[in-house]
């Protein structure tokens, strides 16, 4: 039985997508398949702020972990701790890129802390923002990776983590504050930044035009965005703190289907098919094939 899911996320063992979940104290990993624990850490870690997959690059992939006293690390097999504790770290927004780990800084100069996460050693810090950094996403670019952070102040920096070098002129959403931010490719093959605050914004990633006009999501801030291709087309899969999960045609800005009452999502492959997995208010984790319908009809639940 999966943990009042607060948190979830998806990472690989054995070439098989295992589901992370947790309920703002403790972490699980579960077998989406079978409903299987692989492991459960032992300790309560408590104030939990976000879960994540970090790939180490040599080995299997660690679950970070910040809390309100640091960062964690965890090994997925074991559930024990996988590197000493980073207690100075007071961070929140997390992202990945070529077995580091990136997450903002609630301390001024608000500069974006990273991590080896093959040894958990803390390496140099990335650029510096005139507010506290509220989201975070890393994208593949011709001309190498950018870092694309969101904060308070409703503007989207961007950064070269090889060189510490801003990329581009900030993107602008206004004053408010950036709940979430990713990355998309769509059809067409031109790779789009998006950022949501109770709304969703795009702009094309080789040159910072905006796309489309604002998409308005719902009266509430989006607390995460996710991407993902269903048969062909580009979505976004918003969670909003209204506890509602809605999905969006990238291309149009039109929603795909109907919501969903929950608290948190994420992505995986349960045996092969694409699949949604949706914290719900109840406290279950409802499992939703995208694209095709599930063979047994419904949704599980676990």
């Known amino acids: 039985m999966i943990i009042d899911a607060l948190h979830l996320t998806t990472l690989s063992l054995d070439g098989t997508d295992m589901l992370v979940s947790s309920d703002g104290t403790a972490v699980q990993v579960h077998d989406p398949r079978t409903g299987r624990l692989i492991s459960s850490c032992t300790e309560r870690l408590g104030g939990i702020n976000e879960v994540l997959a970090c790939p180490t690059g040599w080995r299997d992939p660690l679950i970070a972990v910040t809390t309100d006293d640091g960062l964690r690390w965890l090994d997925p097999r074991t559930g024990q701790f996988a590197h000493s504790m980073d207690k100075s770290a007071f961070v929140f927004p997390m992202a990945t890129w070529a077995g580091t780990l990136l997450a903002g800084s609630g301390r001024a100069p608000y500069p974006l802390l990273r991590w080896d996460a093959g040894t958990g050693a803390r390496l140099e810090p990335l650029g510096v923002h005139h507010d506290q950094v509220t989201a975070v996403a890393v994208m593949d670019t011709p001309d190498g990776p950018v870092v694309c952070a969101g904060d308070r102040s409703g503007a989207v920096h961007r950064w070269n983590p090889r060189t510490g070098a801003r990329v581009g002129h900030p993107l602008d959403v206004g004053d408010e504050v950036i709940g979430a931010i990713t990355t998309v490719t769509p059809p067409d093959g031109r790779p789009l930044i998006a950022a949501a605050t109770a709304d969703l914004y795009r702009w094309d990633a080789a040159t910072g035009e905006p796309v489309g006009v604002p998409v308005v ?8 965005l996710i991407p993902v291709t269903v048969n062909g087309r ?36 349960r045996y092969g098919q694409l699949t949604l997995a949706i914290g719900t208010t109840d406290g279950k984790v409802e499992l939703r094939p995208l694209g095709q319908t599930h063979p047994a009809g419904g949704s599980d639940r676990s």
């Open 234 to 269: 580009a979505e976004l899969i918003t969670v909003g703190y209204d506890e509602v999960v809605h999905r969006w045609d990238v291309t149009t800005g039109e929603r795909v289907g109907d919501s969903s009452p929950g608290r948190c999502a994420t992505v995986l492959h």
């Open 217 to 224: 999501i719902d009266s509430y801030a989006v607390a995460s």
